[in-house]
């Protein structure tokens, strides 16, 4: 019989450790005619190689359990980064048209045949409609709200039946588009009676 036919009828493989059979065996017998001492010895250093290399096993294991974490955190922000960039990607151009917006609102203010008002009403609806789906939508003002600088843009003071400080009226209408403020709301804050 081969020596490695021996060793592999001597050796029990268990997955965790190796098991050595007990002296008297093929295995005890060849090791102990090359020196009698050295089984021991070898049995220590095997120890402790094995030792070593469950240790180098757990370290990689742990880098490659780190690395994988990091790339799924990557991915996840990269595709949060690629959304937000598709949303506000057309934000340019919405600010662009908002004037258009402001332009109809003005116009509506005056007289005009009822037809043309009812076809510019109709345009702005349509506009208004496009920009919606979009995400765009209007930041709400009415007389007496408090003023609040990251919605609200004050262009001035005029007198008012509203408490001081609060707003007296909305001169331009402002904007969101998908909660971001893309266009404040101009309003003249309520000032006090001399």
Do not use: M, N, Y
């Given at each position: 019989m081969k020596k490695e036919d021996k060793e592999k009828k001597d050796t029990i493989y268990t997955g965790e450790d190796i098991e050595i059979v007990e002296e008297g065996s093929v295995f005890a017998e060849d090791t102990a005619d090359e020196g009698g001492e050295?089984?021991?010895?070898?049995?220590?250093?095997?120890?402790?190689?094995?030792?070593?290399c469950r240790k180098e096993k757990q370290e990689y294991l742990e880098g490659w359990q780190r690395a994988k974490a990091d790339l799924i955190n990557h991915k996840k922000d990269e595709t949060e980064r690629k959304q937000a960039v598709s949303q506000f990607a057309s934000e340019d151009t919405i600010y662009d048209i908002l004037p258009v917006l402001d332009s109809f609102d003005l116009a509506l203010k005056h007289d005009m045949p009822p037809d043309v008002e009812k076809g510019i009403r109709m345009i702005k609806g349509q506009l208004e409609?496009?920009?919606?789906?979009?995400?765009?939508?209007?930041?709400?003002?009415?007389?007496?709200?408090?003023f609040d600088?990251?919605?609200?843009?004050?262009?001035?003071?005029?007198?008012?039946?509203a408490k001081e400080g609060t707003i007296a009226e909305e001169v331009q209408r402002g904007y969101r588009m998908y909660g971001k403020v893309i266009r404040a709301s101009r309003v003249k804050i309520a000032k006090g009676n001399i």
């Open positions: 050295e089984l021991p010895k070898r049995l220590d250093k095997l120890r402790k190689d094995l030792a070593s409609e496009v920009l919606k789906r979009k995400g765009v939508e209007t930041i709400a003002v009415t007389k007496g709200d408090a600088s990251a919605i609200h843009e004050s262009i001035g003071e005029t007198e008012s039946d």
